[in-house]
T-cell receptor
Framework: AQSVTQLGSHVSVSEGALVLLRCNYS??????LFWYVQYPNQGLQLLLK??????LVKGINGFEAEFKKSETSFHLTKPSAHMSDAAEYFC???????????FGTGTRLLVSP | DAMVIQNPRYQVTQFGKPVTLSCSQT?????MYWYQQKSSQAPKLLFH???????NEADTPDNFQSRRPNTSFCFLDIRSPGLGDTAMYLC????????????FGPGTRLTVL
């Protein structure tokens, strides 16, 4: 069964610093991978997704992620953090033949001035 | 704008008093999902509809039911809410899982007293 592990329930960065949120997946077949962001008291919004095309995926708000099969990873990065990036980030995985996503436990990003 | 709408945004109910949460969509997506998200946790899938086909998760309590009278609307019924059902309930839609994006509504925050 597919699953994702997000290392670090909380990540703190300074404004302007690199953002790195880690996600490792487990899947018996080529996976489809997603990053969603959730602001307080709101639903989830897609940042980016990997569906077996280019391994470096660019998303909204300057975020990108790289699919690395050898490391079973799909880490999310942003070169320069902004205060508005403070939110909860969820990595999720799915597989062909499944109609649902499996979410990781989430990482809360804190951005300080 | 096409979107996913949830009503009400906030609901307070008493222990054991039935409650119904509503989700509607203008995206004309054929798949609709209901998630439960407890505080500081990942969304947990309760069930989903693929067109009229209902798919229940194995660990979803019998207390939770769902109805989809047409493509646009989906309801979550909690027959006898317990204190442990206090959570955010998220509705989402998609067209072609597993690769398609899931679009989330803003959620209904349910409090059981």
């Amino acid at each position: 069964a597919q699953s994702v592990t997000q290392l670090g329930s909380h990540v703190s960065v300074s404004e302007g610093a690199l953002v790195l949120l880690r996600c490792n997946y487990s899947s018996s077949v080529p996976p489809y991978l997603f990053w969603y962001v959730q602001y307080p008291n709101q639903g989830l919004q897609l940042l980016l997704k990997y569906t077996s095309a280019a391994t470096l995926v660019k998303g909204i708000n300057g975020f990108e992620a790289e699919f690395k099969k050898s490391e079973t990873s799909f880490h999310l990065t942003k070169p320069s953090a902004h205060m508005s990036d403070a939110a909860e980030y969820f990595c999720a995985v799915s597989e062909w033949g499944f109609q649902k996503l499996v979410f990781g436990t989430g990482t809360r990003l804190l951005v300080s001035p | 704008d096409a979107m996913v709408i949830q009503n009400p945004r906030y609901q307070v109910t008493q222990f054991g008093k039935p409650v119904t949460l509503s989700c509607s969509q203008t995206l004309n997506h054929n798949v609709m999902y209901w998630y439960q998200q407890k505080s500081s946790q990942a969304p947990k899938l309760l069930f989903h509809y693929y067109d009229k086909d209902f798919n229940n998760e194995a660990d979803t309590p019998d207390n939770f039911q769902s109805r989809r009278p047409n493509t646009s609307f989906c309801f979550l019924d909690i027959r006898s809410p317990g204190l442990g059902d206090t959570a955010m309930y998220l509705c989402a839609t998609s067209t072609s899982p597993p690769t398609d994006t899931q679009y989330f509504g803003p959620g209904t925050r349910l409090t059981v007293l």
